[in-house]
């Protein structure tokens, strides 16, 4: 349901104006200002956020206007901190930005794409075998694309799955009904593992059991739940040395701090030198994290915004979140629909938790990027495919009174 | 989708965790952790002659 008219607009002119400062204190401090190349990165979100504003105002205009807005904050804080810390990175990912919001928006305002999954689903299945396969011949940065697709489009196709069961027979028996077939879900993801890419695995098999545990409401099916969730976790961790390092890193970083446990353990130290108000933009020390640009872009973000910073991108993601939930409590009548906005709006929520809380020291780190603020073409272009399905789905909310 | 609430309310504490984590280790561990001899940035404030912030 729309907030208030306008809402969006003012957002997007507070975001934009909140880079347009930051842009300009790194311009003084690199004495780049008069070159137009530091305005580039810039001038891009500009022009995505107008297009994209004007594009969803005209097409749906029924949409949750809250979402684009917290989609183009992180993107743009995205490309600014990308910029500070690897300028060459950056300027690969603002050829993303524009590229994945175009597909991601025509997508989403294609009038049969809600029905596609549904009518299409050996498609879909066609569709996934075919990323399967890229996904384990592809090798290296290229790999990313297929298993990212990979994550979403199984999620899409679980929801067609999940909404076939008939509303009256009972979860467990239809699960049971299905047999072997319940078993083909953990296939890909066991690909993924082998793939040496657990944290996508890990998002895309939790949201698959959030998911199944959100269409049929049932206690024996959440202690299955959790059962297998702590097996495989168990499983992986007994056979994936990569797991043992996490969690052995995840228990004491300290005493490996001048080894496997530097990253982390230069990440806490630098959100400690952002404080409450951070150090300003430019200011930081934030490369000497490894990959701080890709899994550790939030603690640049920490060290240069500070708390205020992190609570400020937090907030953004909890109330995306929300809305996103909303929507799904609001679609319930359409089990398929209210499955996807559920799907489109975890997908992002939990890799964000993932690699926050990882970050943090809160549980073991998933090597996960966080979606659409840190580096990485593919992960964007999924963040703002599952977003803009979600943006067409808050479009099909009826509004009469709930 | 009947426990939607219950789940909804049960991601917004873990985003309340994670905010807690977060602000924990910049409040509360935050002299512990600058003043760390591993921390880079001493070397850089040592040749600039400042000390470290405090309290920002």
Redesign the interface.
């Given at each position: 349901m729309p907030l208030r008219k306008g809402l969006d607009s003012i957002l997007l002119l507070l975001t934009g104006a909140f880079l347009a400062t930051n842009f300009f204190a790194l311009g003084v401090l690199r004495q780049e200002i008069s070159q137009a190349t530091h305005w580039l990165h810039l001038l891009v979100w500009i022009c995505c956020a107008i297009a994209g504003q004007f594009w969803l105002k005209h097409q749906l205009p029924k949409r949750d206007n809250l979402l684009f807005p917290l989609v183009m904050l992180p993107a743009g804080w995205g490309l600014l901190l990308i910029d500070r810390l690897l300028p060459a990175f950056a300027d690969r990912q603002t050829l993303w930005l524009p590229s994945g919001l175009i597909v991601a928006l025509l997508l989403a305002t294609w009038r049969p794409i809600l029905q596609l999954p549904q009518m299409q689903s050996r498609l879909t299945l066609a569709l996934i075998t075919l990323l399967l396969i890229a996904a384990s011949i592809l090798e290296g940065e290229s790999a990313g694309l297929p298993g990212e697709l990979l994550k979403l489009l199984l999620v899409i196709h679980f929801c067609v799955w999940l909404a076939s069961r008939p509303q009256e027979v009972p979860i467990l028996a239809w699960l049971a009904r299905q047999g072997w077939r319940v078993l083909l879900w953990f296939l890909p993801l066991l690909l993924l593992v082998w793939q040496r890419d657990p944290g996508t695995a890990l998002v895309t098999g939790l949201v698959l059991l959030?998911l199944l545990?959100?269409?049929g409401?049932s206690l024996r099916l959440l202690q299955v739940s959790t059962l297998l969730l702590v097996a495989s976790a168990a499983l992986a961790w007994l056979l994936l040395d990569v797991v043992q390092e996490r969690v052995s890193i995840w228990l004491d970083p300290w005493s490996l701090?001048?080894g496997r446990g530097y990253q982390i353990?230069?990440g806490?130290?630098a959100?400690?030198?952002?404080?409450?108000?951070?150090?300003g933009v430019g200011q930081g020390?934030a490369l000497?994290v490894p990959v701080v640009h890709s899994d550790f872009v939030l603690v640049a973000l920490?060290e240069e915004w500070?708390?205020a910073g992190?609570?400020v991108l937090?907030a953004s993601?909890?109330i995306f979140?929300?809305r996103g939930?909303?929507i799904?409590?609001q679609l319930?009548d359409n089990?398929f629909l209210?499955?996807l906005a559920?799907g489109m709006t975890l997908l992002p929520?939990i890799q964000g938790?993932l690699i926050?809380?990882g970050v943090?020291?809160?549980f073991p780190l998933t090597g996960v990027t966080l979606p659409f603020l840190g580096y990485g073409g593919s992960a964007l272009l999924t963040s703002l495919l599952s977003a803009s399905l979600l943006v067409r789905l808050s479009a099909e909310v009826s509004h009469g009174p709930t | 989708m009947k426990g939607l609430r219950n789940f909804t309310l049960l991601l917004l504490l873990c985003y309340l965790a994670v905010a807690l984590a977060a602000a924990w280790w910049a409040t509360g561990a935050r002299q512990g952790l600058i003043g760390r001899d591993d921390n880079p940035r001493q070397v850089i404030r040592a040749t600039a002659g400042t000390p470290a912030q405090d309290g920002s």
């Open positions: 959030l545990n959100l269409s409401r701090a001048d353990v230069q806490l130290i959100i400690a030198e952002g404080g409450v108000v951070g150090a020390q000497v920490a500070g708390l992190v609570l937090l993601m909890a979140t929300l939930l909303r799904a409590w319930r089990s209210s499955l559920a929520g938790l926050c809380g943090l020291r809160l | -």
